[in-house]
C-alpha cells in the first residue's frame, strides 16, 4: 500500500504564497507521475499540475506561470509552490502519485485545505 500525507495549507490572503508538500510511504518499487489536483466541495476534482520522474511537468492553465511543481525523489515528495494566490484558487488540494506495488495504480492524499480570502 502506498500513503500520501499532504501538508502546508490554510488561509492566505490574495496576492500571497503558500507552499504545499506531499510525502509518498508504505510499500513500493517505484513512483513515475506525481502532482496535484483540487476540489471545491460540490464540484468535480480538476487538474492542477504534475511532473514525472524526467522532470517533464504539466499544467492547468488556471494556474500556469503562478504555481511550480517539483519534486524530492531522494524524500519521495512532491512540492506546489502558489505564488498570486486568488480567491478561486480556495478549494482542498489533493495530492496524487503513480506507484509501482504488485502493480502500477493510483494514489491519494487525505487533502489539504487552501483559502484565499481577504
Known amino acids: 500500500q502506498v500513503q500520501l500525507v499532504e501538508s502546508g495549507g490554510g488561509a492566505v490572503q490574495p496576492g500571497g504564497s503558500l507552499r504545499l508538500s506531499c510525502t509518498a510511504s508504505?510499500?513500493?518499487?517505484?513512483?513515475?507521475?506525481m502532482g496535484w489536483h483540487r476540489q471545491v466541495p460540490g464540484n468535480r476534482r480538476e487538474f492542477v499540475a504534475t511532473?514525472?520522474?524526467?522532470?517533464?511537468?504539466n499544467y492547468a492553465n488556471s494556474v500556469k506561470g503562478r504555481f511550480t511543481v517539483s519534486r524530492d525523489d531522494a524524500k519521495r515528495t512532491v512540492y506546489l509552490q502558489m505564488s498570486a494566490l486568488k480567491t478561486e484558487d480556495t478549494s482542498v488540494y489533493y495530492c496524487?502519485?503513480?506507484?509501482?506495488?504488485?502493480?502500477?495504480?493510483?494514489?491519494w492524499g487525505q487533502g489539504t485545505q487552501v483559502t484565499v480570502s481577504s
Open positions: 496524487d502519485a503513480h506507484a509501482l506495488t504488485d502493480d502500477w495504480n493510483s494514489y
Open positions: 508504505g510499500r513500493f518499487s517505484a513512483i513515475s507521475v
Open positions: 511532473m514525472t520522474t524526467d522532470g517533464t511537468t
